[in-house]
Nanobody, 120 residues
Framework: QVQLVESGGGLVRPGGSLRLSCAAS????????MGWYRQAPGKQRELVATVTRGGSTNYADSVKGRFTISRDNAENTVYLQMDSLKAEDTAVYYC??????????????WGQGTQVTVSS
């Protein structure tokens, strides 16, 4: 089992920056992929960015060039640096971890979410 705890959300003005963190605990050696997803009111949860254990990254087109995902394998932590924030980035941001081992039918874990609000 893996537990994920996010931090770093808040209120920021358009054009501003925020850095989200997600710390993993538990069976962290089984984690191969970590990522950030977001869900705005009335919308489905969508991918923001992912990073593999080896450091390969993937971004949604809407955040390319503005957001940067990074990962510290030693600290079992993934970060999302968000720059040039826009009102449409407002959402609850969720951390996700995928493991190589299935436990109780589960190999995908989610954090509790952290609110990001971009408003003037």
């Amino acid at each position: 089992q893996v537990q994920l705890v996010e931090s770093g959300g808040g209120l920021v003005r358009p054009g501003g920056s925020l850095r989200l963190s997600c710390a993993a605990s538990g069976s962290t050696s089984n984690i191969y992929n970590m990522g950030w997803y977001r869900q705005a009111p009335g919308k489905q949860r969508e991918l923001v960015a992912t990073v593999t254990r080896g450091g390969s990254t993937n971004y949604a087109d809407s955040v390319k060039g503005r957001f940067t995902i990074s990962r510290d394998n030693a600290e079992n932590t993934v970060y999302l640096q968000m720059d040039s924030l826009k009102a449409e980035d407002t959402a609850v941001y969720y951390c996700r971890a995928d493991t190589t081992v299935v436990v109780a039918g589960k190999n995908t874990y989610w954090g509790q979410g952290t609110q990001v609000t971009v408003s003037s």
